[in-house]
C-alpha cells in the first residue's frame, strides 16, 4: 500500500480525488488480489497498472468534458446538444450573480420565471403564449395531468403510442394521470373518421404525437394536424401535439428530409405544442409548450409546475439560443455549426488528422440522433485508425485526456469530424499520436 501511494503514477490523482479516496480505492483493488486465492500473487507493475486504472475511472465521477466522434449530433448519452459560446456566456452571467429571475425590472415588482422566454417563443412560432418546464417529458406530463384527468378520455392513434427512451411511455403516462386512453385506427393506417367514432361526452383531449425515433412507411395514411384541428373545434376538444425534436428551422437546408416545424404545428391551430429544448432547437436541457393563451393559462396555475419548474440557467441558455435564430445568426448554435460544415473543411480537418496522426480519411455517415430522423444519413468525413483490434484501441480513446468516443465500423475505428469541434483537433491528434508508441 504505502509503495503504491508514493509512487508518482499514483500520487497525481491525489490533488484531484484526495488522498482519502485514492487510499480507499486502492485498498479495495489490493483486497481483490488477497482474495484471488491460488493464483501466484500478481508482480508489482501489474497491481500499479491495475490501481491507476481504477483512479482513472474515478476522475469519470463526476461529469467530464468528452469528445464526441461518433458522428450522432444529438447523442444522448453525450448529452444531446451542445450550447453555444453565446448561450454558455449567458449562462455564466446569471450563474455567477443576481438576475430579474422573478422580477420584474421595469415596475420594480414580482415577476415570472415562466414569462422569461415566452415572448422570444410566440415571436419565433407565432404561439399566442409559452411556458419553458423542465424537458419535454414535463411538459406532455404537466399537460396530461392538467386536463386528461380521471374519467376523462385522451384520443391516440395506435401508430402514435411511441416510448420515447428512459421508459417514458405515452400510455403509462397517461395512465398516471387517470385518464382513459382510447386507441383508434390502426398501426399503420389512421384516418379522421376513426377520431370521429371516438368522441364521447367525456373525450377531453385529441393527442398527436411524433414518432421521431421509429419510422413506419409503405402503407400508411396519418391524420394531418390541420384535418385534427378541424375536427376539434367542431366538437370543442383541444388539440394537443407532442412534437418531439422541435425544429424551428427547414432541415432540407440542410441536405436532410423536411422535418415538421413548430411554427408549422402552431400555424395548423393545434392548440399545445410541446417539444424538447435540447433537440433540433440546439439549445439547453428544456420543455415548451406554446400555444392558445386559455390553455397555457390553465397548465400556469396547475400545482404541479411547481415540480417541473425550470432552472435559470435553463432559462438564460434557452432565451439566448432563441435570440440567435430571433436574429439569423443560426451558426452561433452548435448543431446548425455542425449540419453546416461543408464537406470541403471536413476534408481538410481529417487530412491534417491523416497527416499528422498517421491515419487514414474515410468517408462517413452521421445522423441527427436524439430521436430524430433516424433513418437519415448526411455525408461525412472521419478518420480511420489502421489497428486490428479497435475495441482495445476505443476502450484507450475513452481514457483518454479528453476522453473521445468513436465508433467501430467493419472492424476499425473511426473517428467521424462532423461532431468534433475544431477547437479540439489539437487535443484529439495528441492523443491519437499516443496511440503510435
Ligand atoms: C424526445 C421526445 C420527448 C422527450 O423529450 P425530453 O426533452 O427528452 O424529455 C417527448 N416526445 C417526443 C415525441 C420525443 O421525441
Same mark, same amino acid.
Given at each position: 500500500?504505502?509503495?503504491?501511494l508514493?509512487?508518482?503514477?499514483?500520487?497525481?490523482?491525489?490533488?484531484e480525488?484526495?488522498?482519502?479516496?485514492v487510499?480507499h480505492?486502492?485498498?479495495?483493488?489490493l483486497?481483490?488480489?488477497?482474495?484471488?486465492?491460488?493464483e501466484?500473487?500478481?508482480e508489482?507493475?501489474?497491481i500499479?497498472?491495475?490501481?491507476?486504472?481504477?483512479?482513472?475511472?474515478a476522475?469519470?465521477?463526476?461529469?467530464?468534458?468528452?469528445?464526441?466522434g461518433t458522428?450522432?449530433l444529438?447523442?444522448?448519452?453525450?448529452?444531446?446538444a451542445p450550447i453555444g459560446?453565446?448561450?454558455?456566456e449567458?449562462?455564466?452571467d446569471?450563474?455567477?450573480?443576481y438576475?430579474?429571475?422573478?422580477?420584474?425590472?421595469?415596475?420594480g415588482?414580482?415577476g415570472?420565471?415562466?414569462?422569461?422566454?415566452s415572448?422570444?417563443?410566440?415571436?419565433?412560432?407565432?404561439?399566442?403564449?409559452a411556458?419553458?418546464?423542465?424537458?419535454?417529458?414535463?411538459a406532455?406530463?404537466?399537460?396530461?395531468?392538467?386536463?386528461?384527468r380521471?374519467?376523462?378520455?385522451?384520443?391516440?392513434?395506435r401508430?402514435?403510442?411511441?416510448?420515447?427512451?428512459?421508459?417514458?411511455?405515452?400510455?403509462?403516462?397517461?395512465?398516471?394521470?387517470?385518464a382513459?386512453l382510447?386507441?383508434?385506427?390502426?398501426?399503420?393506417?389512421?384516418y379522421?373518421?376513426?377520431?370521429e367514432?371516438?368522441?364521447?361526452?367525456?373525450?377531453?383531449?385529441?393527442?398527436r404525437?411524433h414518432?421521431?425515433?421509429?419510422?413506419i412507411?409503405g402503407?400508411?395514411h396519418?391524420?394531418?394536424?390541420?384535418?385534427?384541428?378541424?375536427?376539434?373545434r367542431?366538437?370543442?376538444?383541444?388539440?394537443?401535439?407532442d412534437? /418531439? *425534436?422541435?425544429?424551428?428551422?427547414? =432541415?432540407?437546408?440542410? #441536405?436532410?428530409?423536411?422535418?415538421?416545424?413548430?411554427?408549422? %404545428? @402552431? $400555424?395548423?391551430?393545434i392548440?399545445?405544442?410541446?417539444?424538447?429544448?435540447?433537440?433540433?432547437?440546439?439549445?439547453?436541457?428544456?420543455?415548451?409548450v406554446?400555444?392558445?393563451?386559455a390553455?397555457?393559462a390553465?397548465?400556469?396555475?396547475?400545482?404541479?409546475l411547481r415540480?417541473?419548474r425550470?432552472?435559470?440557467?435553463?432559462?438564460?441558455?434557452?432565451?439566448r439560443?432563441l435570440?440567435s435564430?430571433?436574429?439569423?445568426?443560426?451558426?452561433e448554435?452548435?448543431?446548425?455549426?455542425?449540419?453546416?460544415?461543408?464537406?470541403?473543411?471536413?476534408r481538410a480537418?481529417?487530412?491534417?488528422?491523416a497527416r499528422e496522426?498517421g491515419?487514414?480519411?474515410?468517408e462517413?455517415?452521421?445522423?441527427l440522433g436524439? /430521436? *430524430?430522423l433516424?433513418?437519415?444519413? =448526411?455525408?461525412s468525413? #472521419?478518420?480511420?485508425?489502421?489497428?486490428?483490434?479497435?475495441? %482495445? @484501441? $476505443?476502450?484507450r480513446?475513452?481514457?483518454?485526456?479528453?476522453?473521445?468516443?468513436?465508433r467501430?465500423?467493419?472492424?476499425?475505428?473511426?473517428?467521424?469530424?462532423?461532431?468534433?469541434?475544431?477547437?479540439d483537433?489539437?487535443?484529439?491528434?495528441?492523443?491519437?499520436?499516443?496511440?503510435?508508441?
Amino acid at each position: 500500500m504505502h509503495r503504491l501511494l508514493d509512487d508518482p503514477l499514483i500520487a497525481r490523482f491525489e490533488p484531484e480525488l484526495g488522498r482519502t479516496r485514492v487510499k480507499h480505492l486502492i485498498g479495495e483493488e489490493l483486497a481483490r488480489y488477497r482474495s484471488g486465492g491460488a493464483e501466484p500473487a500478481p508482480e508489482y507493475p501489474a497491481i500499479l497498472r491495475a490501481a491507476v486504472s481504477v483512479l482513472e475511472a474515478a476522475r469519470f465521477e463526476g461529469l467530464v468534458r468528452a469528445v464526441n466522434g461518433t458522428g450522432i449530433l444529438l447523442h444522448t448519452n453525450l448529452g444531446r446538444a451542445p450550447i453555444g459560446e453565446t448561450a454558455f456566456e449567458a449562462m455564466r452571467d446569471a450563474a455567477g450573480g443576481y438576475s430579474n429571475l422573478e422580477y420584474d425590472l421595469v415596475s420594480g415588482r414580482r415577476g415570472s420565471r415562466y414569462a422569461r422566454a415566452s415572448a422570444l417563443l410566440c415571436d419565433l412560432t407565432g404561439a399566442q403564449d409559452a411556458l419553458v418546464v423542465n424537458n419535454c417529458a414535463a411538459a406532455v406530463l404537466l399537460v396530461l395531468d392538467t386536463f386528461a384527468r380521471a374519467g376523462r378520455e385522451v384520443v391516440v392513434s395506435r401508430g402514435e403510442l411511441i416510448e420515447i427512451g428512459g421508459g417514458f411511455r405515452i400510455p403509462d403516462v397517461l395512465e398516471r394521470s387517470g385518464a382513459t386512453l382510447v386507441e383508434v385506427g390502426a398501426t399503420n393506417k389512421t384516418y379522421l373518421a376513426d377520431y370521429e367514432r371516438a368522441l364521447t361526452p367525456k373525450t377531453a383531449l385529441l393527442l398527436r404525437t411524433h414518432p421521431s425515433n421509429y419510422r413506419i412507411t409503405g402503407f400508411t395514411h396519418a391524420v394531418g394536424g390541420d384535418e385534427l384541428v378541424g375536427l376539434g373545434r367542431r366538437a370543442g376538444i383541444a388539440v394537443v401535439e407532442d412534437l /418531439g *425534436s422541435g425544429a424551428l428551422v427547414d =432541415l432540407r437546408a440542410y #441536405g436532410l428530409p423536411r422535418e415538421r416545424t413548430v411554427q408549422e %404545428a @402552431v $400555424a395548423d391551430g393545434i392548440d399545445l405544442v410541446c417539444f424538447s429544448g435540447d433537440k433540433l432547437l440546439g439549445g439547453p436541457q428544456a420543455g415548451v409548450v406554446v400555444g392558445a393563451s386559455a390553455y397555457i393559462a390553465r397548465l400556469r396555475a396547475n400545482p404541479l409546475l411547481r415540480a417541473l419548474r425550470v432552472d435559470k440557467l435553463t432559462i438564460a441558455a434557452l432565451a439566448r439560443t432563441l435570440r440567435s435564430y430571433a436574429s439569423g445568426a443560426l451558426s452561433e448554435i452548435p448543431l446548425y455549426a455542425m449540419l453546416g460544415a461543408t464537406l470541403e473543411v471536413l476534408r481538410a480537418r481529417a487530412g491534417r488528422y491523416a497527416r499528422e496522426a498517421g491515419t487514414s480519411t474515410v468517408e462517413t455517415a452521421a445522423y441527427l440522433g436524439g /430521436g *430524430s430522423l433516424p433513418e437519415d444519413a =448526411l455525408p461525412s468525413i #472521419g478518420v480511420r485508425l489502421p489497428h486490428a483490434n479497435a475495441s %482495445a @484501441v $476505443a476502450a484507450r480513446m475513452r481514457r483518454s485526456n479528453p476522453p473521445i468516443v468513436g465508433r467501430i465500423d467493419e472492424g476499425r475505428y473511426i473517428l467521424d469530424l462532423r461532431t468534433i469541434a475544431a477547437d479540439d483537433d489539437d487535443a484529439v491528434i495528441r492523443v491519437l499520436n499516443g496511440l503510435r508508441d
